[in-house]
């Protein structure tokens, strides 16, 4: 079996869907509306085989009445994988006791995955009416387990001079994100939180930075995907970490 091809994972957190059909069916059209072409017809089995859906309406608002969750929705293309997916995360798990929807989705790391990625988030994250979300390549993958301080356990040891983050259901407030990507998704309550964006610290942020249609903010670490092993790249994250001490909960923003 080949190895799966690299992805860019989207997160967002939003408050909870608690049912709401019609808000998940708003990420699923704004979704397909942002990468042209994208058709979220099929559906992703326990074991992972794709599957075709007739009524996908119908069965979504049948999922989420019955489960609360979005169920993993593909387009059915193996060697071009887009999936999403989305679920509740209860209030003893999330940040200030507060219960969230928690929405995931992969697309190809290729050149179109790179050229749309900050269309795609957006378009997630205000369909979601979402707090905050980011754009994950695999390298910072690999390092944020490494950030992140597990419950009631002494503090990691990151590499690359990265700062620890406090677990997620540690931090107090959903609005402030948990930690960086790539790309990046700041609501309009966000931007608020930690005083993004300032035009003297912000001015070298604010060249691939844009506001969204909600007041909230699309901001992109590096011009390309980001690679912790380019210095360039890791002095980026270094220094946005050190602009926003708030995210993670390192400090009060």
């Known amino acids: 079996m080949n190895p799966p091809n690299p992805s860019l994972l989207l997160l967002v957190h939003a408050p909870e869907l608690n049912g709401d059909s019609r808000r998940a069916r708003a990420v699923i059209y704004a979704l397909e509306h942002a990468l042209p072409g994208l058709h979220l017809d099929w559906t992703l089995s326990e074991a992972g085989e794709i599957q075709p859906l007739s009524k996908r309406d119908a069965w979504l608002d049948q999922a989420v009445e019955e489960d609360g969750e979005l169920p993993a929705l593909c387009n059915g293309d193996e060697s071009h994988l887009v999936t999403l997916s989305g679920w509740d995360r209860a209030g003893h798990l999330s940040p200030g006791s507060e219960p969230l929807f928690e929405i995931h989705a992969e697309l190809p790391?290729?050149?179109?995955?790179?050229?749309?990625?900050?269309?795609?988030?957006?378009?997630?994250?205000?369909?979601?009416?979402?707090?905050?979300?980011?754009?994950?390549?695999?390298?910072?993958?690999?390092?944020?387990?490494?950030?992140?301080?597990?419950?009631?356990?002494?503090?990691?040891?990151?590499?690359?001079?990265?700062?620890?983050l406090e677990p997620l259901e540690m931090t107090p407030t959903p609005v402030v994100p948990h930690h960086l990507g790539w790309v990046n998704y700041w609501s309009a309550a966000t931007v608020q939180r930690l005083g993004f964006p300032d035009p003297k610290r912000d001015a070298e942020l604010m060249t691939r930075s844009r506001s969204t249609a909600f007041g909230g903010w699309v901001v992109k670490l590096t011009d390309t995907p980001l690679d912790l092993d380019d210095p360039t790249h890791l002095d980026a994250l270094l220094r946005a970490y050190a602009r926003f001490p708030g995210i993670g909960g390192r400090a009060a923003p």
């Open 109 to 164: 790391l290729d050149a179109r995955g790179i050229a749309m990625a900050a269309r795609v988030l957006e378009a997630v994250g205000d369909s979601a009416q979402g707090w905050w979300g980011r754009m994950l390549t695999p390298s910072t993958v690999v390092e944020l387990p490494r950030q992140t301080r597990r419950r009631w356990q002494d503090a990691p040891e990151p590499p690359r001079g990265l700062p620890v």
